[in-house]
């Protein structure tokens, strides 16, 4: 949710504009601040940031995006197995050589449920592409959204360069494609397969009907190989659970050995279901658990469709559906309790993409007023101490840096 200031706000950020009455409010009593999440050498984007936030440090244990959604999905990676995030895309609907083309969606028009299952699975058992893909070694784990996960036994990443599709929205595809090793020619071929056999296949012509995007293209990227993750509750000494829609986060908390709770109607979009991802950490909070992370997505995905008012909404919701239930539950239960709110990586809404700046967090203590008196949003953060190093996180949060 954390930006930069947009000129058509006047200036100022969307969080800024949003009407955030309940995280204000716990700003005036709490500290402000200013967080690095992604270390300076390292890609910004959700991955990286997360892991910061845990406390794992993505310069040392950082191999790639896929294999933290892979263990998300419950996909084991064997010794020598590369994964990629498979995104279903969307491009452009013109008559134009395919490396020619543009790349108008990321998640092709926020496709989910089974109808993206249906599409994938079209695709890898077409008999034009099902030989390509069995000879690649390359096996597809269907997801219930835009997210699919690839696993290729048997192939080298190194050197590849594969960038990722929302931070390119509206360039031409020729330039982006993988680079960089042997195995990014076929990966190319793959997703140059994919869009022939995928761009009038009947069910994207049936999207186009409705008004939506097809999902044509499928594109490669994340990749990496089986990563490692220390235990939350051994450094820490606190059980937690994770509340979240995107597989990322849930490989990050089985990797640290955190809970997961899923949430029905938990979709990673502007419709999620806030409401049962509050109850979820509530009942985990009053049933033992010491620690319970909400993660909201909707505020990237908005600023990745271009969705300025839709970001917005979005934090309008996380402040009104989320801060405010949680915080008037823990009042209701009478227990001490330490809130941290920020957001994982600025996205802009300047250029869809992701941006590795600091970030304004929220820390609120119950029963403690600072007198702070300032109000959640970056200009806030800039005023607040800057911690350089995001790893620390957790450890302020629980109070072990002595704070």
């Known amino acids: ?24 409010a716990l700003a005036k009593k709490g500290e402000v601040g ?94 034009e592409f099902a030989p390509l893909a069995e000879q690649a070694g390359l096996q597809i784990y269907p997801s219930p959204s835009f997210r699919h996960i690839g696993v290729q036994k048997g192939a080298s990443i190194q050197g590849l360069v594969a960038p ?47 008004g939506k995007r097809p999902a044509n293209g499928i594109w490669f990227w994340a990749e990496g190989t089986a990563v490692g993750l220390d235990s939350f509750v051994e450094k820490y000494q606190k059980k937690g659970v994770v509340i979240s829609a995107v597989p990322l986060c849930h490989g990050i908390a089985r990797l640290a050995g955190l809970d997961i ?15 049962g991802k509050v109850d979820a950490a509530v009942e985990a909070l009053l049933n033992g658990c010491d620690f319970a992370a909400v993660h909201i997505e909707a505020p990237d995905e908005c ?21 405010c239930p949680l915080t008037e539950a823990m009042e209701r239960a009478g227990l001490p309790y330490r809130m941290l709110i920020l957001s994982d990586h600025k996205t802009l809404t300047s250029n869809r993409g992701h941006d590795g700046d600091p970030v304004p967090f929220l820390l609120y203590q119950s029963g403690v007023d ?7 949003d970056e200009v806030s953060g800039e005023q607040g101490r800057l911690i350089e190093d995001g790893t620390r996180l957790m450890s302020i949060l629980f109070q072990m840096d002595g704070e």
């Open 370 to 376: 600072t007198g702070a008196g300032l109000p959640y």
């Open 164 to 210: 990722p599709p929302h931070d390119h929205l509206g360039e031409v595809i020729g330039p982006l494609m993988p680079t960089g090793c042997e195995n990014a020619a076929v990966l190319r071929k793959l997703m140059e397969k994919a869009h022939e056999i995928l761009d009038h296949h009947p069910l994207n012509e049936a999207r186009r009907k409705m």
């Open 1 to 24: 949710m954390a930006d930069n200031p947009v000129p058509s706000l006047g200036g100022r950020t969307p969080i800024q504009v949003a009407d955030t009455p309940c995280m204000d």
């Open 303 to 323: 600023t990745h469709n271009g969705d300025t008012e839709g970001k917005i909404e979005a934090i309008r919701r996380l402040d009104h559906l989320v801060v």
């Open 261 to 275: 709770k899923l949430v029905e109607g938990a979709t990673g979009e502007l419709d999620t279901n806030y409401q």
């Open 34 to 127: 200013w967080v690095r999440t992604v270390p300076v050498e390292v890609p910004p984007g959700s991955d990286t940031a997360i892991l910061s936030i845990f406390g794992a440090d993505p310069k040392v244990c950082y191999t790639g995006r896929s294999p933290l959604e892979a263990a998300g999905s419950g996909i084991s990676l064997a010794p020598g197995d590369v994964s990629y995030r498979c995104n279903m895309v969307t491009y452009e609907d013109v008559e134009k050589p395919f490396l020619e083309k543009k790349i108008v969606s990321h998640n092709a028009g926020s496709i989910e449920g089974e109808e993206s299952i249906a599409i994938i699975n079209a695709l890898f058992s077409h008999p």
